[in-house]
């Protein structure tokens, strides 16, 4: 049978787990080191290791739409940008 409360504790946790990794990707990076390289190369590395899913994030006009979806709902703050 369909557990959505499991399925969402399961979204919920892989998706601070990927945010505290990233997050720790950038704490640990030198100072000198630009962190949009650093993702690109993370990404690099996640296409051989994880093909169908990047494919999907990439390429899937549903992924997209998530995105945007998800970006809207984050409250403006002074100075900040997400683009």
């Known amino acids: 049978m369909f557990d959505e409360k499991k399925i969402n504790r399961i979204i919920a946790r892989t998706a601070r787990r990927i945010s505290s990794e990233l997050d720790r990707m950038r704490a640990d990076l030198p100072e000198e080191a630009a962190p949009q390289m650093a993702l690109e190369l993370v990404l ?16 899937h006009e549903d992924f997209r739409e998530a995105f945007e979806s998800a970006l809207s709902m984050i409250p403006a703050s002074k100075g900040a940008t997400y683009r």
């Open 44 to 59: 690099r590395r996640l296409v051989p290791l994880q093909p169908a899913f990047m494919t999907l994030i990439m390429e």
